[in-house]
């Protein structure tokens, strides 16, 4: 399968992730979904139109979410613009440090969501805004290690078909 097959999935597959229905308990630790695929294909795949991919991301979360339309939007591709840009030093830790290393980007993009919600009068916990973040880091390795394995089998299976 390609890796535009694979990009698209992951993509597809955070959304429904983001909006599947979870007990109350559960929902305010749930991982931010599109916020860990774009930043994992920021980062790992620089060929992938990861920005352009959280811009349209972004609307698609506006909308079902309920959010004012651009607040996923903007926070994703600044995200995306960001890893992007500083994907040089983040590609050099391991997985595991790299999780701790975008711990300030997630949290960039959750005060970005607490502010424009502030903005627009749309109550939002203070505290319990937050919790998602220790989630989001602490998926970060299970999903870009998952994301790494699909994207090596598919560079396997290239190599295989080009030597005879």
């Not at 939007?73 to 391991?94: D, E, H, K, Q």
């Not at 790494?148 to 396997?156: E, V």
Request: proline share 7%; with cysteine.
């Amino acid at each position: 399968m390609s890796g535009t097959f694979w990009f698209l999935l992951s993509l597809l597959l955070a959304l429904m992730l983001q909006i599947v229905q979870m007990p109350e308990t559960l929902a305010l630790v749930r991982p931010i979904w599109p916020l860990l695929v774009i930043g994992y294909w920021a980062l790992y795949a620089p060929q992938t139109p990861a920005i352009f991919a959280a811009w349209v991301l972004g609307l698609c979360c506006d909308v079902l979410l309920n959010a004012p339309l651009g607040q996923y939007a903007l926070g994703l591709v600044v995200v995306a613009f960001l890893i992007r840009r500083l994907a040089g030093i983040y590609v050099l830790f391991p997985i595991w440090q790299a999780a701790l290393a975008l711990l300030p980007i997630w949290a960039l993009f959750v005060f970005l969501m607490f502010w424009i919600d502030g903005l627009t009068r749309h109550a939002a916990d203070p505290t319990l805004r937050w919790l998602p973040i220790v989630s989001t880091t602490l998926v970060w390795p299970l999903l870009a290690g998952l994301l790494d394995t699909l994207r090596a089998r598919r560079k396997r299976d290239l190599n295989r078909i080009r030597l005879p």
